[in-house]
């Protein structure tokens, strides 16, 4: 089957020379030695057979935290979690959230505070005595911000600049919505614990609801600050993008796009670059769907507590909220994943109800708790929120770089990328295939012609399970250094495997 690269190869080589190498430079890929991750369309020119990218869905593991401090609540999210090697001896996971209890039945109501914890290791977490914000009296607890500008704080989200223009004093950074008067406010810190504003303490954005976690984050890729941000697209919960040199003046914001995708009312964002490869921006947007009080409303778990809700809000008892997963190369644009990452699951009243599954900002690595396993990463979501006098962050796990893959049942498929140029000298995968599964690799020229010493013959059979699987083929062994800069392509064939990421590397 020719690819759709190679029509177009064979189209233009009728036209001309000239015209052919311009269209082909610009068509190929110059990958060099980025890792490459399966969560979109970037490197597929053809999947054949019973190919077809697929969604995975991370693995619910122990309870992280409880909010059940008197200053947290039932109502605890909007969580920032991210590891500082930095901070402390041996570095720390750091952990920002609100603290938040809402009226509900006999339930006595307080304002929100924005709370921190934090952990050797990403599973076991600790609430410090910070000795910042005074509670009923005390100090002895772990709130570090009370209020946003004489007005409580909706919520907080900490990231460390990676600028490398950033003040001394100003490596931490944090961005939230208050209400005096309403915008988003950004402050500073020098330990991600004491905070100051910026901007004489003016909003550095206004005009929008902002009513979720707003996001903020320096951006390699583009030498500028990104920010993400909650508005209302005729009526439907969305995202907006904004861009700043500086942190403080702001680009006019812009709605993501999701070709592809239904319109769906979407709450958080979670976005920011994957660690692994910072030029993919991945996120966790919240799904929000309220289809009203129809009989299987009725009959989700805790019906009095959601009818107690929906005497506050109709809505508050019908909502439900799922988390998606998505990714772009431009911050703009993103593929969406339609079907859900995490789903509410068959449980009781932990996650069925409006702010239930929410992803924390963002996804960690850690050790794994399973026998010998390597390290993998973290995610953590929202359980019990709005259902009584506390609320619970549960911890999820997921291979490293696991969030999609290109599969093929036992039957086969195969799946060819477009043409494309790297750096290096090994091929190396993350893959994985069942006892009986394999994958085989050939390096194609950029016509589609197996090169001599690469073909599938060639391949030593790929079995097992891995997350630098070197390729090796029998008479060149791993070493592919001489196709170092010249457009190639790769054909994979798969059998009951999947292939998540892979890169070039030197060895």
């Not at 040199?245 to 920011?272: F, V």
């Not at 990328?417 to 091929?427: A, H, M, N, Q, Y």
Request: hydrophobic letters at 35%.
């Amino acid at each position: 089957m020719m690819s759709n690269s190679a029509r177009l190869i064979v189209a233009l080589m009728l036209i001309g020379t000239p015209v052919l190498s311009e269209a082909f430079a610009a068509s190929t890929i110059d990958l060099g030695s980025r890792r490459e991750l399966m969560v979109d369309d970037y490197l597929i020119d053809s999947l054949s057979g019973a190919a077809t990218q697929r969604l995975h869905h991370p693995v619910r593991r122990e309870i992280a935290l409880v909010h059940d401090a008197p200053w947290e609540g039932n109502m605890g999210s909007y969580h920032t979690v991210f590891h500082d090697p930095d901070y402390k001896d041996g570095g720390r996971y750091r952990m920002y959230y609100h603290g938040w209890q809402t009226a509900l039945g006999d339930n006595k109501g307080h304002p929100l505070v924005i709370c921190y914890a934090e952990s050797k290791d990403g599973i076991s977490w600790e609430k410090p005595e910070l000795g910042l914000v005074e509670y009923e009296g005390s100090k002895a607890n772990n709130i570090v911000l009370g209020e946003m500008n004489g007005s409580e704080c909706h919520e907080f989200s900490v990231f460390k600049d990676t600028n490398p223009k950033a003040r001394d004093g100003e490596k931490y950074k944090g961005l939230g919505f208050g209400r005096n008067p309403p915008g988003l406010y950004v402050l500073k810190s020098p330990d991600g614990i004491r905070w100051s504003f910026y901007n004489d303490q003016k909003p550095v954005m206004t005009g929008h609801p902002f009513d979720t976690q707003n996001t903020a984050f320096w951006d390699p890729n583009i030498g500028k600050y990104r920010a993400y941000i909650r508005d209302f697209d005729e009526g439907r919960r969305d995202i907006m993008l904004s861009t700043s040199d500086d942190y403080i003046h702001w680009s006019e914001r812009e709605w993501l796009q999701y070709p592809g995708s239904p319109e769906e009312a979407l709450y958080t964002n979670q976005i920011k670059p994957y660690y692994r490869a910072e030029h993919i921006l991945i996120g966790f947007p919240s799904r929000y769907v309220d289809r009203g009080w129809i009989h299987a409303t009725g009959l989700l778990p805790s019906r009095s507590l959601r009818e107690e809700r929906a005497k506050m809000v109709p809505r508050y008892g019908s909502v439900v909220t799922d988390a998606l997963f998505m990714a772009s190369r431009d911050g703009l644009n993103f593929k969406r994943w339609n079907e859900a990452f995490i789903r509410p699951g068959l449980r009781t009243r932990h996650n069925w109800s409006y702010g239930d599954n929410y992803i924390a900002w963002q996804v960690v690595e850690t050790d794994s708790t399973d026998d010998d396993s390597p390290r993998e990463l973290s995610l953590y979501a929202t359980e019990s929120y709005f259902t009584g006098v506390t609320s619970r962050l549960r911890r999820y796990t997921l291979r490293i770089d696991g969030f999609a893959s290109v599969f093929a049942p036992l039957e086969g498929g195969e799946f060819v990328t477009k043409p494309l140029t790297f750096s290096g000298d090994t091929l190396s995968l993350n893959v994985a295939t069942s006892a009986g599964g394999s994958v085989h690799v050939e390096i194609q020229n950029a016509e589609g012609a197996p090169i001599e010493g690469y073909s599938l013959a060639d391949c030593k059979e790929i079995f097992g399970d891995s997350l630098e699987y070197a390729v090796r083929w029998r008479e060149k062994g791993t070493d592919v250094g001489k196709l170092a800069g010249r457009p190639v392509r790769l054909r994979f064939v798969i059998r009951d495997a999947d292939l998540y990421s892979l890169r070039f590397i030197s060895r």
